[in-house]
């Protein structure tokens, strides 16, 4: 009798539980596994080991041989699908968010263009107003980051069922898309906060 250590069963994401081995002689069972290891290739490893058993039992039926690395693959198959769909998903979501971060960082600059107008009027320089255009986004876009840091660490606990040896809230993940998204908002406030601190004053006062 001994103590192996823990093993997964039938999936990558089994569960630990408690197990007992017991010889063939002691809990006989209408089928048997056999694990075999080996420096060959499979294709010739299978052939030896089929007939060392039909050598031993021609009656045996050997079914369901499999590689280690197809029975990983399969396991991982349906966690690997629920990603390729999350990550597409996630990143159709953020090409969604940065084109509605885009227009309405540039409507809200175009309603600020009279006001716009008249700091050019009066000799603010056009890195002043790139300035302070990018401020006032990047402002709308720090209250967004804390709103939905939030709402994912509410969130992401859901999804701890299609995650392997991730957490849930891992904070480098978070960290890390947190960034990526403050980047992608800088380039969206940055575009029309060129075009607005390059209008001429003449012209934004007069579509006031």
Same mark, same amino acid.
């Given at each position: 009798?001994g103590?192996?250590?823990?093993?997964?069963i039938?999936?990558?994401?089994d569960?630990t539980?408690a197990?007992v081995?017991a010889?063939?002689e002691?809990?006989?069972?209408y089928?048997?596994?056999l694990?075999v290891r @080996?420096?060959?290739?499979?294709?010739?490893?299978?052939r030896?080991?089929?007939?060392?058993?039909?050598?031993?039992?021609?009656a045996?039926a050997i079914?369901?041989?499999?590689?280690?690395?197809r /029975?990983k693959?399969v396991?991982? @198959?349906?966690?690997?699908?629920?990603?390729t769909?999350?990550?597409?998903?996630?990143t159709?979501a953020?090409?969604l @968010?940065t084109?509605g971060m885009?227009g309405v960082?540039?409507?809200s600059?175009?309603?600020?263009?009279y006001?716009?107008? /008249?700091?050019?009027?009066?000799?603010?320089s056009y890195?002043?107003l790139?300035?302070?255009?990018l401020?006032r986004?990047?402002r709308?876009?720090?209250?967004?980051?804390?709103i939905g840091l939030?709402? @994912? /660490?509410?969130?992401?606990?859901?999804?701890?069922?299609v995650l392997y040896?991730?957490q849930?809230?891992?904070p480098?993940?978070?960290a890390?898309?947190a960034?990526?998204?403050?980047?992608?908002?800088?380039?969206?406030?940055a575009?029309p906060?060129r075009?607005?601190?390059?209008?001429?004053?003449?012209?934004?006062l007069?579509?006031?």
């Amino acid at each position: 009798m001994g103590i192996v250590a823990n093993e997964k069963i039938s999936a990558l994401n089994d569960d630990t539980s408690a197990v007992v081995y017991a010889s063939y002689e002691q809990s006989p069972v209408y089928f048997a596994n056999l694990a075999v290891r @080996a420096d060959l290739a499979p294709e010739a490893l299978e052939r030896a080991v089929r007939g060392t058993l039909n050598r031993l039992n021609p009656a045996q039926a050997i079914l369901d041989v499999r590689t280690l690395d197809r /029975i990983k693959m399969v396991s991982a @198959a349906s966690g690997r699908l629920q990603t390729t769909l999350m990550s597409t998903f996630s990143t159709v979501a953020l090409l969604l @968010a940065t084109i509605g971060m885009y227009g309405v960082l540039s409507y809200s600059v175009a309603l600020r263009m009279y006001e716009i107008g /008249i700091r050019a009027a009066l000799g603010a320089s056009y890195s002043k107003l790139l300035a302070a255009v990018l401020a006032r986004g990047l402002r709308l876009t720090a209250a967004g980051l804390a709103i939905g840091l939030i709402a @994912a /660490i509410n969130v992401t606990p859901l999804l701890s069922s299609v995650l392997y040896r991730v957490q849930a809230n891992d904070p480098y993940l978070m960290a890390e898309m947190a960034t990526i998204l403050l980047l992608v908002s800088m380039l969206a406030c940055a575009i029309p906060a060129r075009r607005a601190a390059k209008v001429d004053p003449i012209i934004a006062l007069r579509g006031e």
